[in-house]
């Protein structure tokens, strides 16, 4: 009966591939949720594990939607993405080298496969379904493990010549400073990031005599959340690194400023979320180092999509767009 | 005989208003040059003045080409321009404040009268005439009293929100450090630029004992050009500053790599002029600084358009472009 299949609704997935844990979403073809999940990674069991558990996944909720909805497209959203190659270039976290993981998702699914940047990936769900709808200019910074970053000029994501563009995270802030996972000294990441708030406290446990509870807890112990819960109970050390944290990303986001003139910034992550702990610093600093020209004119905002979802909305959105448009053959 | 004006060519006029000089140029409807001069500014007189002796020109030289040309629309070049109020609005040299130098011009001259910030020009005119024809993703920075940038983006300049983007000059490279112009402190272009040079000099007077007959110069007799000669004599304090001068702009190129991943970074002005002096240190720390994804992939290029020229070129090419795709209402 394939009149009956000409009649089903398009769905598409999203799956926003990160170090630690990997949401998947369904939408359709307005891009509505239609199903979440997410799982761990688990990056170490390599590209094709990651790809058979991830299939598993998907074709057993599919099963519950193949009455009414028929698969039309997948988007991928990883860090350290080059979407002109269709590869993983640079990811730290995955550590899966140069992988083509469209063609290891579409030797699971016939389906066009589109992948992006994860930051890249946020930046457009915050577009599509977020704070930065209607907006033509924007900047959206993930403050999680690393610092990631999508940047739209005039309605567009900013890609470079050979996809690379839009790095802010490893932007030298600091000649000669800490070292960065990318092998470069300085970065912007080992300092505004949960593991630069990690490497703060351990700056300023050398540096001061404060007390502190932080004392009593190993490096590889420590989570920045637990500084952050410490911060709530007036620890000092805490509360130093939260606000050196946030002078550090208010300072970068003047300059980033200075050059995008965007309408917006929009942080989310993990450091987001500590709100004025870290916001309140940030927008002081930001302030001050603007140009004149620039003051008062560009809002910081939190995202306020659910943790994960702004990509995975962003890839599904990405997909849909890629298919109306035809833009790339997938 | 109306027949007659009817069968004439466009003339369009490019000007780039400088803080010293201003460059005049007449070009066909292909953009290549009828005429080019120049005069002084003399920005003290005021703008009234400005384009009273602008418009005094232009009409003498018009004058001999108005047998065969019509005057067809004109592009003005000036710092600290907003395209998109047609206003100058921050311009340090020119200290006219926020005057409608679009309405000055059509008070003499009843054509379409288009507006840049000198250095988007100077990114025009490479793309039109210089070492980025074909290019979709370049940087130009002018490298003079102060330090400009044009930026493209996939084939368009980087405007912003509201039109006040890539002031690379004014990124702060060091907190805390140099007073600039702006009213901020440690600002690029507090470093590298012509009056970056100077300061420089005093840094390195201050700190070291090295002899060198830079300190027989008070601060308001030097000019970066006698600097260069005194490098070129091997003065070692005159090297030094060069040396650190190429340094600091070569770490600023692999940060605006990181965030644009160009094809190419186009230097010019009095400063690109000196040559291996500031070019060697440059790429030195240039390719240091690049991102691995990064290394060997930018080039840094000096432009091979005589000095001024790129901004008229690009004014008059901005001036064709606006009226043959009826862009803005001019």
Same mark, same amino acid.
């Given at each position: 009966m394939p009149e009956i299949t000409e009649d089903k609704l398009d769905l598409i997935i999203g799956v926003d591939i990160g170090g630690t844990n990997t949401a998947i979403g369904f939408v359709d073809n307005d891009n509505n949720i239609l199903f979440e999940s997410s799982f761990s990674t688990e990056p170490e069991k390599g590209a094709a594990d990651f790809f058979n558990r991830l299939a598993i996944i998907i074709n057993k909720e599919l099963k519950k939607f193949e009455n009414k909805y028929t698969l039309s497209g997948i988007g991928l959203a990883a860090p350290g993405v080059n979407y002109r190659s269709g590869t993983i270039e640079s990811s730290v976290n995955l550590?899966? +080298?140069?992988?083509?993981i469209i063609d290891l998702t579409k030797s699971h699914f016939d389906v066009p496969v589109v992948l992006l940047n994860d930051a890249d990936a946020a930046a457009l769900g915050e577009y599509y379904k +977020?704070? /930065?709808? #209607?907006?033509k200019n924007f900047i959206v910074l993930t403050l999680g493990t690393g610092l990631g970053s999508g940047i739209f000029v005039e309605g567009h994501l900013l890609r470079g010549e050979n996809g690379l /563009? #839009? &790095?802010? +995270?490893?932007?030298?802030? &600091?000649? &000669? #400073?800490r070292q960065c996972s990318c092998g $470069?000294? +300085?970065?912007?990441e080992t300092y505004v990031s949960a593991g630069g708030i990690k490497r703060s406290v351990f700056h300023f446990l050398s540096v001061s005599n404060i007390e502190s509870k932080? $004392?009593?807890?190993?490096y590889n112990e420590l989570t920045s959340k637990k500084v952050y819960e410490l911060a709530l109970e007036h620890d000092k050390v805490a509360l130093e690194v939260f606000y050196y944290t946030g002078k550090i990303l208010g300072e970068a986001l003047a300059n980033i400023v200075t050059v995008f003139n965007p309408e917006a910034i929009i942080l989310f992550g993990g450091l987001a979320d500590a709100d004025d702990l870290i916001l309140t610093p940030t927008n002081f600093y930001f302030e001050k180092n603007l140009m004149s020209t620039n003051k008062g004119k560009v809002k910081i905002l939190k995202s306020v999509?659910?943790? #994960?979802r702004a990509a995975v909305l962003g890839a599904c959105g990405f997909v849909i767009e890629t298919i109306e448009n035809n833009i790339i053959n997938v």
């Open positions: 550590k899966w +080298g140069y992988v083509n +977020g704070v /930065a709808q #209607g907006m /563009a #839009g &790095e802010l +995270g490893h932007i030298i802030i &600091e000649p &000669e #400073g $470069r000294k +300085g970065c912007l932080l $004392r009593n807890i190993s999509l659910q943790n #994960g």
